[in-house]
């Protein structure tokens, strides 16, 4: 085996190899805070991309004219009216901050608002004898919800300038990948050394499910939200608001959805001696909030996941975990990514790899009992 020093042209690569990665690990340090908006940036880019070519078509040669209209309606009529609903959120938040622990306080500290519910519900007399300490952590509980309120609240309003520079970010990038979004994608696959057929497979594979996620999981949560929102608001629960945009941000995580929100809230009622209203909220809930999933999912995701309920739970949860409310458009689409990537592996090592034949467990053998011993004890 020849010495890299004496090959020239294999030591050229083996240092541009090492000054590639080198450069390529600081520069993504560097930009590290502006990662998720780029990748939010290339999202939206593609799915925006089919009306800026509609744009191109009315207005033929003007790239940039195009992608400027359709950043504008981005930043228009989506982006500027969820900033005007979490301000909206924000304020309800801090209101149910300041109510929660009096409000707590008179409905269970009163005699006869206890008593009143032991009528209905004969089973909380077994917690009479506990009534003051029960008052004692509920207060506890919205003392702490009320700070917590606040501190949220704070905390957002303290990181406004931020919002905006992530937000010109976003905005910028969302026009780049318009314009010339393509071409630098063909430029990146040209520098991994993978046939052409698996690279349009990853890409499509990340297409799909980031217009899944997107379509389906963003869509869906914001209607439930809206709706489940509008039930709390009618059945006089206050924080309205509040409730729909918890609704919405639960909606994403499959097997619980927006029932980890509207059961309380229903409970909450019946327990209070608002049966009407419970009522009503149970039926609105279970029927028109918890009915757009199964209606409306399978229209606007159709098969393009691919990928099992398991995977798209933990995946969802992980990436949430990881990269924050942004993570349930990133998880599915990072698992999108390694089911294939491993499906791509299977099949470039298939003349290698064993044949995946049928499982079988065998069955544990039962200890066989000695034979009795003859010898006397």
Request: net charge neutral; proline share 6%.
């Given at each position: 085996?020849?010495?890299?020093t004496h090959?020239?042209?294999?030591?050229?690569?083996?240092?541009?190899i090492?000054?590639?990665v080198?450069?390529?690990?600081?520069?993504?340090w560097m930009?590290?805070?502006?990662?998720?908006?780029l990748?939010?940036?290339?999202?939206?880019a593609?799915?925006?991309?089919?009306?800026?070519?509609?744009?191109l078509?009315?207005?033929?040669?003007k790239?940039?004219?195009a992608?400027?209209?359709?950043?504008?309606?981005?930043?228009?009529?989506?982006?500027?009216?969820?900033?005007?609903?979490?301000?909206?959120?924000?304020?309800?938040?801090?209101?149910?901050g300041?109510?929660?622990?009096?409000?707590?306080?008179?409905?269970?500290?009163t005699?006869?608002?206890?008593q009143?519910m032991q009528?209905?519900?004969?089973?909380?007399?077994?917690?009479?004898?506990y009534?003051?300490?029960?008052?004692?952590?509920l207060?506890?509980?919205?003392?702490?919800?009320?700070?917590?309120a606040?501190?949220?609240?704070?905390?957002?309003?303290?990181g406004t300038?931020?919002?905006?520079l992530?937000?010109?970010v976003?905005?910028y990038?969302t026009?780049?990948?318009?314009v010339?979004?393509r071409?630098n994608?063909?430029?990146?696959?040209?520098y991994?050394?993978?046939?052409?057929?698996?690279?349009?497979?990853?890409?499509?594979?990340?297409?799909?499910?980031?217009?899944?996620?997107?379509?389906?999981?963003m869509?869906?949560?914001?209607i439930?939200?809206?709706?489940?929102g509008?039930?709390f608001?009618?059945?006089?629960?206050?924080?309205?608001?509040v409730?729909?945009?918890?609704?919405?941000?639960?909606?994403?995580i499959?097997g619980l959805g927006?029932?980890?929100?509207?059961?309380p809230g229903?409970?909450f009622?019946?327990?209070?001696g608002?049966?009407t209203?419970?009522?009503?909220?149970?039926?609105?809930?279970?029927t028109?909030v918890?009915?757009?999933?199964?209606?409306?999912?399978?229209?606007?995701?159709?098969?393009d996941?691919?990928m099992?309920?398991?995977?798209?739970?933990?995946?969802?949860?992980?990436g949430?975990?990881?990269?924050?409310?942004?993570?349930f458009?990133i998880?599915?689409?990072?698992?999108?990514?390694f089911?294939?990537?491993?499906?791509?592996?299977?099949?470039a090592f298939r003349d290698?790899?064993p044949?995946a034949?049928p499982?079988?467990?065998?069955?544990p053998?039962?200890?066989?009992?000695?034979?009795?011993?003859?010898?006397?004890a």
């Amino acid at each position: 085996m020849r010495d890299v020093t004496h090959d020239p042209e294999r030591l050229r690569r083996v240092v541009l190899i090492a000054l590639a990665v080198l450069i390529s690990a600081v520069f993504l340090w560097m930009i590290a805070d502006f990662l998720i908006v780029l990748l939010l940036g290339a999202l939206a880019a593609g799915m925006t991309r089919p009306y800026y070519k509609a744009l191109l078509r009315r207005f033929p040669g003007k790239k940039n004219l195009a992608a400027g209209i359709c950043v504008s309606v981005l930043l228009f009529a989506v982006i500027l009216p969820l900033a005007a609903f979490g301000t909206l959120v924000a304020f309800q938040l801090l209101d149910l901050g300041k109510t929660a622990e009096p409000w707590l306080r008179e409905q269970i500290s009163t005699a006869n608002s206890f008593q009143r519910m032991q009528d209905h519900y004969p089973w909380l007399a077994t917690f009479a004898p506990y009534k003051d300490q029960i008052v004692a952590k509920l207060g506890e509980l919205g003392s702490w919800l009320g700070t917590w309120a606040v501190g949220a609240v704070t905390a957002a309003a303290g990181g406004t300038l931020t919002f905006f520079l992530l937000l010109f970010v976003l905005l910028y990038a969302t026009f780049f990948f318009l314009v010339d979004g393509r071409e630098n994608l063909r430029t990146m696959l040209y520098y991994l050394p993978l046939p052409s057929e698996d690279e349009d497979r990853l890409v499509a594979r990340f297409v799909s499910v980031a217009r899944a996620t997107l379509k389906g999981t963003m869509v869906i949560g914001l209607i439930q939200g809206a709706l489940g929102g509008l039930g709390f608001w009618v059945a006089g629960i206050n924080g309205a608001a509040v409730w729909a945009a918890a609704m919405a941000g639960m909606s994403v995580i499959p097997g619980l959805g927006t029932a980890v929100i509207w059961v309380p809230g229903v409970a909450f009622l019946l327990i209070f001696g608002h049966y009407t209203a419970g009522i009503g909220l149970l039926i609105w809930c279970g029927t028109a909030v918890s009915g757009v999933d199964n209606f409306l999912r399978p229209w606007l995701v159709g098969k393009d996941t691919k990928m099992s309920d398991l995977v798209i739970l933990v995946s969802t949860l992980g990436g949430i975990a990881l990269f924050g409310p942004v993570g349930f458009v990133i998880g599915p689409i990072v698992a999108a990514l390694f089911v294939t990537t491993w499906e791509i592996y299977g099949e470039a090592f298939r003349d290698v790899l064993p044949e995946a034949g049928p499982l079988s467990i065998p069955t544990p053998t039962p200890p066989v009992a000695p034979p009795p011993s003859d010898k006397p004890a």
